[in-house]
């Protein structure tokens, strides 16, 4: 392994060394709670970041597959006694599955852009829909998950066990990403989301491409929806399907950076800062959201690459200054 590389390596070892050491250190439950919101977030926008990133194709109605997510391990659990953590991977499961029919849908008849973003919230708006009037899902009742504290039931007694489950899913998105930057798949991915028809021309069959990214996007976003219902134990229409979420599962990729390995990570962390900010120093909640609003407007204005992008201008500073 040659010098840069193996640096590299070791600055990723002691960041997740760092990360695995902050429960022994932060003893605050309010500071917890915020890293847990910030992880959560980041995983969520990681996983938006495999479709629209890495595989270009801009999803506004992400919140479909976090919903989806939410109810299949909720109503597994509540309704059929199944662990929440075997209900884990078959709300992955029917992500990927929502994902790969509604890509299926969409791709098929060549919808991009705009209109596949549109037809997503869609779909989103439909399921809401759905889940506000069906009694399965409790209706515009929602779900109230019973409490039964214990690890192996999903339902830690103190943060830190949360903590540790979120770091383990957003740790699970880097590799996912750091694979997608360096795999043949990803190479595709990329192929489609540069020039369609240019990658089609070269042999690129960009119909699997991205109905594999939808899925895994998808899947993805389930067993983040899965976390949140186990973290709040409580689901409800409007928490599982709000067009609000959607919009702030893609904001965090694009503020941070999109189609990058730790993009999604830093847009969490400023997006969870400001927001906590502005409602701490500002006890207008109306004027909160509009300072909120205006530094997101900065951000995305001047840093087109996101906050990922500063880094790289840093670095051409250094370069240009040696």
């Known amino acids: 392994m040659r010098g840069p590389a193996r640096g590299r390596w070791l600055v990723g070892a002691l960041c997740i060394a760092a990360a695995l050491a902050v429960p022994f250190v932060v003893r605050s439950d309010y500071l917890l709670n915020f890293l847990i919101l910030v992880l959560l977030a980041a995983y969520l926008g990681q996983a938006w970041n495999v479709l629209g990133g890495y595989g270009g194709q801009s999803s506004f109605g992400h919140v479909v597959f976090f919903g989806t997510g939410a109810y299949a391990s909720s109503i597994l659990q509540t309704r059929f006694g199944v662990n929440p953590w075997l209900g884990l ?18 791709f098929r008849f060549g919808l991009r852009g705009s209109y596949f973003a549109l037809i997503t ?49 957003v740790l699970g998105s880097l590799a996912i990403a750091w ?36 899925a895994l996007s998808g899947g993805m976003t389930a067993v983040g ?13 409007s928490i599982a399907y709000g067009v609000g979420r959607s919009v702030e599962i893609l904001l965090v990729a694009i503020v941070g950076g999109v189609g990058t390995v730790f993009g999604p990570l830093l847009g969490a962390l400023a997006l969870q800062a400001i927001g906590e900010l502005t409602r701490a120093w500002l006890d207008a ?35 240009a200054d040696a």
């Open 225 to 237: 929806g899965t976390f949140y219902a186990q973290y709040f134990l409580y689901i409800d229409p």
């Open 121 to 169: 919230l869609a779909f989103a708006e439909a399921f809401r829909i759905v889940a506000n009037s069906v009694p399965f899902t409790g209706a515009g009742l929602g779900i109230l998950i019973p409490l039964n504290q214990s690890a192996a039931n999903f339902q830690f007694r103190d943060k830190p066990g949360f903590y540790y489950v979120a770091l383990a899913l």
């Open 89 to 106: 991977p078959a709300a992955a499961a029917a992500g990927a599955l929502v994902g790969a029919a509604i890509g299926f849908l969409s």
């Open 179 to 214: 694979w997608l930057e360096r795999a043949r798949f990803g190479a595709r991915l990329a192929a489609v989301r540069e020039n369609e028809d240019a990658a089609a021309a070269l042999g690129v069959d960009a119909f699997r491409c991205k109905l594999a990214a939808i």
């Open 285 to 319: 909640p109306p004027l909160s959201l509009v300072v909120y609003g205006a530094l997101l407007m900065l951000i995305v204005g001047f840093l087109p690459n996101g906050l990922i992008g500063l880094t790289a201008l840093g670095r051409r500073r250094r370069r």
